[in-house]
């Protein structure tokens, strides 16, 4: 019997980028981040268009027991003195978790629980991030290069924003020249 051997898609695990055909990727500009970062005049003296992050993914079949695996590449800067950040979600399907894994830069991964209690991940080259069913979670760039990690996430987790409209309850800054964790009463 001749099994078929099939080339898999790969990925450099030095950028984080795939080579595959087809893969879908979404750039979210700093216009798309309305309310995320605290300083708003700041956030307003940025032009619309420029790029915070990119998410690159793999086709995936979509389903119960699917997965879908993707890149985030955050870039480096900072709104007013706040580090850029994705956007930052829950899971629609809250028991779904999620795991990263740190390729390039250097940055934290923010993990806030239903009950509002967050904690903050070192990401670095290498670094693995499991991160549980119930967990809102967003990458901050804290580095001067492009933050990139990989992500492996059940295609029915879906985004829930919604329940993030207060935002999360730590900011990152970089403030007197060094990075600084602050707990937040209202994002
Ligand atoms: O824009 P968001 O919601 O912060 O997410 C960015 C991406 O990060 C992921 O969690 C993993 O790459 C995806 O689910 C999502 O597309």
Same mark, same amino acid.
């Given at each position: ?11 450099? @695990?030095?950028?984080?980028? @795939?080579?595959?055909?087809?893969? +879908? ?33 793999? &086709? ?51 993990? &806030?629980?239903? &009950? ?13 991030? +499991? +991160? ?56």
């Amino acid at each position: 019997m001749n099994v078929p051997v099939i080339v898999p898609p790969g990925v450099a @695990f030095l950028n984080g980028h @795939f080579t595959a055909e087809n893969i +879908i990727t979404k750039t979210t500009r700093s216009g798309d981040l309305v309310g995320v970062f605290q300083d708003d005049a700041a956030w307003r003296a940025l032009p619309a268009d420029t790029p915070i992050y990119q998410v690159e993914m793999l &086709q995936s079949p979509q389903g119960e027991g699917e997965l879908f695996v993707g890149t985030t590449h955050l870039n480096p800067g900072r709104v007013g003195d706040e580090f850029y950040m994705t956007r930052g979600h829950f899971h629609q399907r809250r028991e779904q978790g999620e795991v990263y894994f740190g390729l390039r830069g250097s940055g934290l991964l923010l993990l &806030q629980s239903e &009950q509002g209690e967050a904690r903050l991940e070192q990401v670095s080259p290498g670094s693995v991030h +499991i +991160i549980p069913g119930n967990t809102a979670h967003r990458l901050i760039n804290t580095g001067s290069e492009v933050l990139s990690a990989l992500a492996v996430w059940p295609t029915i987790a879906g985004h829930d924003y919604a329940s993030l409209a207060q935002g999360f309850k730590q900011r990152v800054f970089l403030r007197e020249g060094k990075i600084q964790a602050k707990e937040v009463q209202n994002g």
